[in-house]
């Protein structure tokens, strides 16, 4: 057998048999990347790193700049380590109306400091946002717009990865409510 049908034959059993082995069963996997969550990540949050998510509280936060804005106001998320010492390399985060988490993702990201603005499905353009490198980041800040007349409570959600074997799933924000 030729070199190469070695290495492609080795290549197919080797993903067939993570695919067995990852725990989320018939979904897909979604693997991370160093240049951004790809936009099939965004159903679950959940990156394909083929590791469990941590169940501790994570050590990063997103904090609102405000708890109370009117509609159609834009304000400032920051994404930073909660202790001084620890850094994330990847990120990605929505915003979603408190009252009806499964509408998907709403509003729209704009002026990132260290990421990239996604179009996750299910809902307005630029409604999600990301890293854009794998260089360790204590601090990240986006600006959001709420969409157009909305009045209720957002709450925004991000996933954190350390690194690709240590990651939290969907760390909620304060809410912020838009009158």
């Not at 997103?62 to 106001?73: E, H, L, Q, R």
């Amino acid at each position: 057998m030729l070199d190469c049908q070695k290495i492609f034959k080795r290549i197919c059993l080797t993903t067939l048999v993570l695919y067995l082995l990852t725990p989320n069963g018939n979904k897909i996997a979604v693997h991370g990347s160093s240049s951004g969550s790809p936009v099939q990540a965004c159903a679950d949050m959940v990156p394909a790193h083929h590791v469990d998510a941590q169940t501790s509280a994570s050590p990063f936060v997103t904090k609102p700049s405000v708890t109370s804005a009117g509609n159609d106001s834009t304000i400032t998320l920051t994404l930073a380590s909660a202790s001084p010492g620890i850094a994330f390399k990847g990120f990605l985060i929505m915003g979603f109306n408190n009252a009806n988490h499964t509408e998907g993702p709403i509003g729209s990201f704009s002026s990132i400091s260290n990421g990239q603005i996604i179009d996750c499905p299910g809902g307005s353009p630029k409604n999600a946002a990301t890293h854009s490198n794998s260089d360790n980041k204590t601090s990240v800040t986006v600006d959001w717009t709420a969409p157009a007349q909305f009045v209720g409570t957002v709450l925004f959600k991000t996933t954190y990865a350390e690194n690709g074997g240590i990651f939290w799933v969907a760390t909620k924000s304060a809410p912020v409510t838009f009158v």
